[in-house]
């Protein structure tokens, strides 16, 4: 049973630049989660996503930030124009949605804004 | 706004030696998972905790949790080095409802000597 796969593992962008991520939920797992890890910090919940649902998105910066979850394929946390500011690891996990559960956390995607 | 409160934030011990890592957290939540991170590496789960007075034990790491005082505890009993990361504990930021976005401490980060 595959885990969580994200892509790209790592991904450079310049000021001003998209940056899209990716995230598969391990199989049978209908919720998805995405968090930020800043250096030397712990991870900040960024938003709560099940198949074609947003249902907490408390996390997400207001502007340049977005995410989808999509009846087919991966969900997508999109970044536009990005800032030096955004360079962080992006961690998706996902659960099969049963409060009590933990979430597994895919390998993460690490953001470098030049 | 839910606070989760590790300490001590770094930590230097020798082989060999016990210690213990704390988590206070504000809410009513009784549910609370710890995990374990490498340096440059995904979140490993190592226990979740369902409700008042659990305890669970994998080899040398020992958590409990007592919902009354918000407090979780993570002992490591004679060290190793191979036990030396980055651990997070985490708490439901829905209070326990259902399966929901984490908010996680600042991670404790152990360095086990020789």
């Known amino acids: 049973n595959a885990g969580v796969m994200q892509n790209p593992r790592h991904l450079v962008r310049r000021r001003g630049q998209e940056a899209r991520l990716r995230c598969s939920p391990m199989?049978?797992?209908?919720?998805v989660y995405w968090y930020r890890q800043l250096p030397e910090e712990g991870l900040k919940f960024m938003v709560y996503?099940?198949?074609?649902?947003?249902?907490?998105e408390s996390g997400m910066p207001k502007e340049r930030f977005s995410a989808e979850f999509p009846k087919e394929g991966p969900s997508i946390l999109r970044i536009q124009q990005v800032v030096r500011g955004d360079s962080a690891a992006y961690f998706c996990?996902?659960?099969?949605?049963?409060?009590?559960?933990?979430?597994?956390f895919g390998p993460g995607t690490r953001l470098t804004v030049t | 706004e839910l606070k989760v409160e590790q300490n001590p934030l770094f930590l230097s011990m020798q082989e060999g030696k016990n210690y213990t890592i704390y988590c206070n957290y504000s809410?009513?939540?009784?549910?609370l998972y710890w995990y374990r991170q490498d340096p440059g590496k995904s979140l490993e789960s190592l226990f979740v905790?369902?409700?008042?007075?659990a305890v669970k034990q994998e080899g040398r790491l020992m958590a409990s949790l007592d919902t009354k005082a918000r407090l979780s505890t993570l002992h490591i009993t004679a060290a190793v080095h191979d036990l030396s990361a980055t651990y997070f504990c985490?708490?439901?930021?829905?209070?326990?409802?259902?399966?929901?976005?984490?908010?996680f401490g600042k991670g404790t980060h152990l360095i086990i000597q020789p």
């Open positions: 996503l099940q198949k074609e649902n947003i249902i907490d």
């Open positions: 996990a996902s659960s099969p949605g049963l409060a009590g559960l933990e979430q597994y």
């Open positions: 199989k049978g797992h209908s919720h």
């Open positions: 809410t009513t939540s009784d549910r």
């Open positions: 985490a708490v439901d930021r829905g209070g326990g409802g259902g399966a929901d976005g984490l908010t």
């Open positions: 905790l369902l409700s008042n007075g």
